[in-house]
């Protein structure tokens, strides 16, 4: 009878728990970019009812998903950049509540338990928690993704309509797709048949779910209000971006195998210490532990070790053998998914390892989480206090950066170079200017469209491409220019660039 207060009782600790990491975010100025502030004014634009975007503007795949959700909450709350994220934070929460309540439930787990399990997601290194927060059209989705699928493996028809649009979303889906596929061929495997039947009814789904967007494609507001549609670009869809991104060269393995190893895992581990500044977030405190790379690998491997011995206790016990992913695979699920994740990202993708794409290997942070809960079925009350234990440390180590970064935005220590940057060009009287692709959208946005900054490349908007070639006004840019003044730290106002410059107007 007290199990359930107990399991409200550790949801809302994880929901404070989440937000505490996700809340910093908010604040303006602290991590936004231009990509940020297109969806930005998507979501503006569509709450204005003044473009229907169905895809990110300037290209046709990754689907307008957050620009909706944020739409409804900047009509009432205004375009601003808490309205823009706050369907992120809410996104961040459910993805972890729903991973505790998957965790009680599968694998039955006491609620305090399944809570420790779930805490290397709530509250992950700094860098990658800083990335689930990006308005970017799909960092945290994947995960939310990954454990909404796992909750409709036993129902092919919603399972496959779901991953279409999953996927069509962000392709990044497919990686949990692949790992249901696999753990539901090792379950079936005696009874092909069902098995055979069930992905039928949703590949069926999945191509259906891909032919709705389709048909839907042509017909979005492309490059922003009144902007005309590029039948060019409209020939590359999310398949295209895929294969263009997959580069298998096995003789660059042993060099990729070394910076997974010596760089991005410690980094995503929070294992590699340094100023905020570095991973992009505008704050003069520093962030990361040294060692706790090491630490984090040492708790994966108990771990998962523990999680093995529970395994083999129970496989030991007779029971009737159900049909497809039974409920305690979910451990080896999680950490399917993160494996699938990093060994794509290391040895398939074209990106650099650095930390500017580490936003493509978030499904990582479910490897850590997975070997947890494994462990955690062990009943061996020493073991799963030492797991608790090493969790609770890593986590707590993790909030102290986050902490830390809330107590320097309510200070107001950290000079805001981009909003000085826009109260001096309005100052002036600025309505229209050319810009790099760094500012032009993070102004526009900021001002709430009252400075439109056309980008000299990667155009997004052709409103302001017109007003800007009409008018010939100057460019802003961050760095040195010929003939120009600064007029913020970094921030230049330079002469009007050449008509050969200049994207084309439509």
């Not at 709430?448 to 409103?463: G, I, N, P, S, Y």
């Amino acid at each position: 009878m007290l199990r359930r207060p107990v399991l409200f009782l550790c949801l809302f600790l994880a929901s404070l728990l989440v937000v505490a990491r996700t809340a910093p975010f908010m604040a303006p100025g602290v991590r936004f970019d231009a990509d940020q502030a297109v969806v930005g004014l998507m979501a503006k634009h569509i709450s204005e009812g003044r473009a229907f975007p169905v895809f990110f503007y300037g290209q046709s795949y990754l689907l307008a998903v957050e620009a909706y959700l944020a739409a409804p909450v900047m009509w009432l709350l205004g375009p601003t950049e808490v309205a823009l994220k706050l369907p992120l934070l809410v996104m961040n929460v459910a993805t972890v509540l729903l991973l505790v309540w998957r965790a009680h439930r599968d694998l039955g787990l006491a609620p305090w338990l399944a809570l420790a399990g779930a805490l290397p997601l709530a509250l992950p290194a700094f860098t990658p928690g800083s990335r689930l927060m990006d308005a970017m059209g799909g960092n945290v989705e994947p995960l939310l993704y990954t454990l909404v699928l796992w909750t409709l493996r036993g129902r092919p028809w919603a399972f496959g309509v779901a991953l279409g649009v999953f996927v069509a979303h962000r392709e990044f889906t497919l990686l949990a797709a692949a790992a249901i596929g696999v753990l539901d061929l090792w379950h079936r495997r005696r009874s092909l048949v069902p098995l055979v039947r069930h992905w039928a009814i949703a590949v069926t789904c999945l191509v259906a779910a891909q032919a709705a967007v389709s048909l839907v494609r042509p017909h979005g507001d492309m490059y922003g209000p009144g902007s005309a549609q590029r039948e060019a670009f409209l020939n590359l869809s999310a398949r295209d971006a895929i294969a263009a991104q997959l580069c298998v060269t096995p003789s660059t393995w042993p060099a990729r195998a070394r910076e997974l190893a010596s760089d991005h895992l410690p980094l995503m581990a929070g294992g590699v210490p340094g100023p905020m500044l570095d991973v992009t977030v505008s704050s003069g405190m520093g962030h990361g532990n040294p060692g706790l790379a090491p630490w984090v690998l040492a708790l994966t491997m108990a771990a998962l070790i523990c999680g093995a011995l529970a395994t083999r206790r129970a496989s030991a016990v007779p029971r009737a053998e159900a049909p497809g992913i039974p409920g305690p695979a979910l451990p080896g699920y999680l950490v399917a998914v993160g494996v699938l994740s990093t060994l794509v990202y290391g040895f398939v993708a074209c990106s650099q390892l650095t930390q500017a794409t580490l936003r493509y290997d978030l499904l990582l942070l479910f490897l850590p989480s997975g070997a947890v809960l494994a462990g955690l079925r062990w009943p061996v009350p020493a073991a799963r206090a030492g797991l608790v234990t090493a969790t609770l440390l890593w986590a707590g180590l993790n909030l102290s950066d986050y902490l830390a970064l809330a107590g320097e935005i309510r200070t107001g220590r950290w000079p805001d170079r981009r909003g000085e940057a826009l109260r001096a060009l309005e100052a002036r009287g600025f309505d229209t200017l050319w810009g790099d692709y760094r500012l032009a959208y993070v102004l526009s946005f900021r001002s709430q469209e009252r400075l439109k900054v056309a980008a000299l490349t990667v155009h997004r908007v052709d409103e302001y491409a017109r007003l800007a070639a009409a008018r010939d006004v100057p460019l802003v840019k961050q760095g040195v220019c010929a003939g120009g003044t600064e007029f913020v730290r970094d921030i230049w106002l330079c002469p009007p660039p050449a008509p050969n410059d200049r994207p084309p107007v439509y």
